[in-house]
């Protein structure tokens, strides 16, 4: 059988959607036809989205079975057991294909002739190849229910991951990102993630790109990170940090492990190097003067991207009881004004470099990515996915580049 019998839709982190790929691969040889969807609980949102979709799948493919995992699927299973066809599978069991194969025997219907009937999902082609390095988290942030579904901090043989990234290669990757739940805590067998990162271009040289998904801003690793930036061009010049706010009696109130001070220092001593942050907009106790502290490093620091979102109060976390909860709508305006700041320091970094040449990673329809992760729209013919080549900046498209191929 192929993969293609197996379809699958994740939500939330990038990790899910490699872990879809693993599940695509872990199924392929032994089910007929199936539909997995990779479920996130970061907010209550995702887990609404993830139980509107799989509604809808279920109506649209009575005759396929529909394996139902991760963390909104762990966290609230009885959301997803009423749904026609759905089997839930446990976010520990997510990779067992003993799990599968039981609850697929245990379904309250028979799928003898499974089919797949609808499923309208793009079928993106990545040029770039996620690595996973290690899962689980050992922090105890008060907003988060990942660590709570996905277990403590596990990391991975370098022999698996130096061989998974030979693999891609091979397949005709040049680009890898390391991906986990919490990378830079990555610890085993006397390597840190710095050391990963540095065997990885020293073993697999036609590695000629090397990204981190996301780094926690209390990490030493970082900048040593940073210094094999400027060292090896093939490390690329940018970082995302999981901040979640720039107020340290909010970082403090979070459980999280920096303050905006170590930030700030980290971030203006990195020349060259750009950053994108992970932020959360009202958090209890969020008044306006402290997220006037987190505008204020915003503005000192200039990161190029935001990923902002409203606070969303998680079972079974501290920050779902704390006094001084903010209103949604405060949180959602905040949301919008962290957004339009980044806006302006990614437009300023971009009117800089125009008129100059960089290096870029084609993905499709001559959309690229240049080595600080902003998208290029290459002009001219059309440039086959996963080339890697120089381009001259020419001007802005809205929140990408022209460029034109030299």
Not at 35 to 47: D, G, L, M, Q, R
Not at 157 to 182: K, M, P, S
Request: charge should be neutral; aromatic fraction near 4%.
């Amino acid at each position: 059988m192929q993969a293609e019998n197996i379809k699958t839709l994740s939500f939330g982190c990038r990790l899910n959607a490699l872990e879809s790929e693993k599940i695509q691969s872990l199924l392929a040889p032994a089910i007929d036809a199936a539909i997995v969807v990779n479920t996130c609980a970061v907010t209550h949102e995702a887990e609404r989205q993830s139980a509107q979709s799989i509604r809808k799948l279920s109506r649209e493919n009575p005759d396929a079975p529909v394996f139902v995992t991760g963390c909104a699927a762990t966290r609230n299973p009885g959301l997803f057991t009423q749904i026609p066809n759905a089997i839930v599978i446990h976010n520990r069991d997510k990779m067992n294909l003993d799990a599968y194969m039981r609850g697929l025997a245990g379904a309250p219907c028979s799928h003898t002739t499974p089919r797949v009937a609808k499923f309208n999902r793009p079928d993106t082609k990545l040029s770039k190849q996620f690595i996973q390095v290690q899962n689980g988290c050992n922090h105890q942030c008060a907003y988060c229910v990942t660590r709570l579904l996905r277990g403590p901090a596990v990391s991975f043989d370098y022999a698996g991951i130096r061989a998974d990234a030979a693999a891609a290669v091979a397949n005709g990757f040049y680009e890898i990102v390391l991906t986990g739940v919490d990378i830079a805590s990555y610890a085993r067998d006397g390597m840190l993630i710095s050391d990963v990162c540095a065997a990885l271009l020293r073993d697999v040289p036609g590695i000629r790109r090397l990204r981190l998904s996301s780094m926690d801003p209390a990490s030493p690793e970082i900048e040593k990170i940073i210094q094999m930036m400027h060292r090896d061009p093939r490390m690329m010049p940018h970082m995302h940090l999981s901040m979640q706010s720039g107020s340290t009696p909010i970082l403090q109130s979070m459980g999280r492990r920096h303050s905006a001070e170590m930030v700030r220092k980290l971030m203006c001593a990195a020349d060259g190097i750009t950053f994108s942050w992970d932020i959360i907009c009202g958090f209890p106790g969020e008044t306006d003067e402290l997220f006037a502290e987190t505008m204020q490093l915003v503005d000192q620091t200039r990161p190029i991207k935001i990923h902002a979102f409203p606070f969303s109060p998680r079972p079974d976390t501290a920050a779902a009881t704390m006094p001084a909860q903010v209103d949604r709508n405060v949180s959602k305006a905040r949301v919008k004004t962290i957004s339009d700041a980044a806006a302006r320091h990614r437009d300023a970094h971009m009117r800089a470099r125009i008129g100059t040449t960089t290096q870029v990673l084609v993905e499709e329809n001559n959309i690229a990515r240049d080595p600080h992760d902003i998208a290029v729209r290459i002009s001219g013919e059309k440039i086959a996915a996963r080339t890697i080549c120089d381009v001259k900046l020419t001007g802005i498209d809205g929140d990408a580049f022209i460029g034109e191929i030299l």
